[in-house]
């Protein structure tokens, strides 16, 4: 499980980034391409660390709720219940809202 997840996180890391080609071309453009292949690097080395820690966090905590659960069975509780069927539309719901504001404000920007 673990070897999939720092797989995952250097092919992440390994991916070329728009922004960060971005970066490189500009580096070279002012004569400094060593300079911004150390930055893609480093780039490259964050994101590939930070996903990796992420998804090494998001199984632990998994672990540890599934142990809480067997301890303590929460399935058939009223209120867990409801939330797993409310929460997916309100994540939703919110991706929405900030989407459509950040249109409003960009069309006044405009």
Known sequence: MIRGLVGTGVASGVVPSPCALVVLLSAMALGRTVFGVVLMLAYGIGMASTLTL?????????????????????HGHRLVRSWTRVAPCLTAGLVVVVGVGLAVRSLRLV
Not at 65 to 73: F, K, N
């Open 54 to 74: 992420a998804g090494v966090l998001l199984v632990r905590v998994c672990d540890r709720l599934q142990r809480r659960e067997r301890s303590t069975p929460l």
